[in-house]
């Protein structure tokens, strides 16, 4: 189904905007921000650059929009792990999902986020911040579902959530950029489980 979300009356727009979208995902997914133009997106979104513009904004916006949607979907391990019952079983479910991810069949190696922080530096500060605030959101829910496991008794009363949390959250970058150098899924899978077996105990 074609979307008509915010065209103007008596001209819809002649393209599918999801899909649109889920095509400019895939190419900043697997070249970088700094790796494809405007006509690049365009043209494997399959519209012009004025549609574009149009119905996504500039790269810049494009860019959170894909991000956006990156998150809700392939990289939705992220929040999903959360609902685990342990906290090792969050920590394992959230690196493999890490994993399937950075080594998703017949998809760009690696993860659209990670590629993105290593750009930074050359980004414009709207776009930085985007990315900042997506990390920060996601150490903030880590956090707090490992301080609700010390409540819980499933750690140890002298855990810290914020190390733990960013300790995921730094295996899971390095998991993805070896991912992009071709690492395979089963090795990366070994380093998953290396991960979790040094999980503190409860």
């Given at each position: 189904?074609?979307?008509?979300?915010?065209?103007?009356?008596?001209?819809?727009?002649?393209?599918?905007?999801?899909?649109?979208?889920?095509?400019?995902?895939?190419v900043?997914?697997?070249?970088?921000?700094?790796?494809?133009?405007?006509?690049?997106?365009?043209?494997?979104?399959?519209?012009?650059k004025?549609?574009?513009?149009?119905?996504?904004?500039?790269?810049?916006?494009?860019?959170?929009?894909?991000?956006?949607?990156?998150?809700?979907?392939?990289?939705?391990?992220?929040?999903?792990?959360?609902?685990?019952?342990t906290s090792?079983?969050?920590?394992?479910?959230?690196?493999?999902?890490?994993?399937?991810?950075?080594t998703?069949?017949g998809?760009?190696?690696?993860?659209?986020s990670?590629q993105?922080?290593?750009?930074?530096?050359?980004?414009?500060?709207?776009?930085?911040?985007?990315?900042?605030?997506?990390?920060?959101?996601?150490r903030?829910?880590l956090?707090a579902?490992?301080?609700?496991?010390?409540?819980?008794?499933?750690?140890?009363?002298?855990?810290?959530?914020?190390?733990?949390?960013?300790?995921?959250?730094?295996?899971?970058?390095?998991?993805a950029?070896?991912a992009?150098?071709?690492?395979?899924?089963?090795?990366?899978?070994?380093?998953?489980?290396?991960?979790?077996?040094?999980?503190?105990?409860?």
């Amino acid at each position: 189904m074609v979307s008509r979300q915010g065209a103007p009356v008596g001209r819809p727009r002649g393209f599918d905007v999801d899909e649109a979208l889920e095509k400019a995902m895939l190419v900043f997914w697997s070249r970088g921000y700094d790796g494809v133009s405007l006509s690049d997106l365009a043209r494997a979104m399959g519209i012009t650059k004025t549609s574009l513009y149009a119905a996504f904004g500039n790269k810049d916006e494009l860019f959170q929009k894909a991000l956006h949607r990156y998150s809700e979907g392939p990289a939705s391990y992220a929040v999903d792990a959360l609902a685990e019952p342990t906290s090792r079983a969050v920590a394992a479910a959230y690196l493999m999902g890490s994993v399937r991810t950075s080594t998703w069949p017949g998809g760009p190696a690696g993860c659209l986020s990670t590629q993105a922080f290593m750009a930074a530096g050359h980004l414009e500060k709207p776009l930085r911040d985007a990315l900042d605030t997506w990390r920060v959101e996601n150490r903030a829910r880590l956090r707090a579902r490992f301080a609700r496991a010390i409540d819980e008794g499933d750690l140890p009363a002298d855990a810290d959530p914020d190390v733990l949390a960013r300790y995921l959250m730094t295996t899971a970058d390095g998991l993805a950029v070896q991912a992009s150098a071709g690492a395979t899924r089963a090795e990366l899978e070994q380093v998953a489980h290396a991960a979790v077996r040094n999980w503190p105990p409860a």
